[in-house]
């Protein structure tokens, strides 16, 4: 009898759970989850103590706010009217750091994968998340490629910063 009780509580915390859970970084987990996708988070070793760290792909999601990380041309991304010079230098400061943690990433021979809150929201995020999935396989797939050939020592930093300009 009190185990039944237990079950059906959990059950309802549980649902009650995944109801709440539809924070943009809980989108993307649970897409990557179910699709077989295994990784780790806030992993402590690496710069910018990326949201999502896939080891098998070499690569770090950053699931990032559009006004806290100056998404441009996004309609998120609005300065406020007042205090207009403070919320600049904080969005701007920000955006800095995203880049120097990119490039860091990039020089330890990692992917970085910014994914903005407004391609999550429900009318996007089909597209956001398949199009994710197809960037991680094709990195994997790249990677593979790339290791049967010699690279010459100069190649990785290019490749880091044209990921980078990607990434502006
Ligand atoms: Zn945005």
Request: charged share 25%; proline share 5%; glycine share 4%.
């Given at each position: ?8 509580q ?30 780790r ?57 995203d ?7 990039a020089?330890?021979g ?39 050939y ?19």
């Amino acid at each position: 009898m009190n185990d039944v009780l237990t079950i059906e509580q959990r059950h309802r915390c549980m649902s009650h759970v995944g109801a709440k859970n539809t924070k943009p970084e809980m989108v993307v987990r649970r897409y990557l989850w179910g699709h077989g996708y295994r990784y780790r988070l806030n992993h402590p070793r690496l710069p910018g103590k990326p949201d999502i760290v896939l080891r098998k792909y070499r690569t770090c999601i950053f699931i990032n706010g559009c006004f806290w990380h100056g998404h441009e041309g996004c309609r998120y991304y609005t300065i406020p009217k007042t205090n207009t010079q403070f919320w600049n230098n904080k969005v701007q400061r920000n955006k800095k750091r995203d880049v120097k943690v990119q490039h860091e990433l990039a020089t330890m021979g990692w992917h970085s994968i910014t994914v903005w809150e407004c391609e999550l929201k429900p009318i996007k995020r089909e597209e956001t998340l398949k199009s994710l999935a197809y960037t991680l396989n094709r990195i994997f797939l790249q990677d593979r490629t790339v290791k049967r050939y010699e690279i010459p020592d100069d190649e990785p930093m290019m490749a880091a910063e044209n990921f980078c300009n990607c990434n502006m």
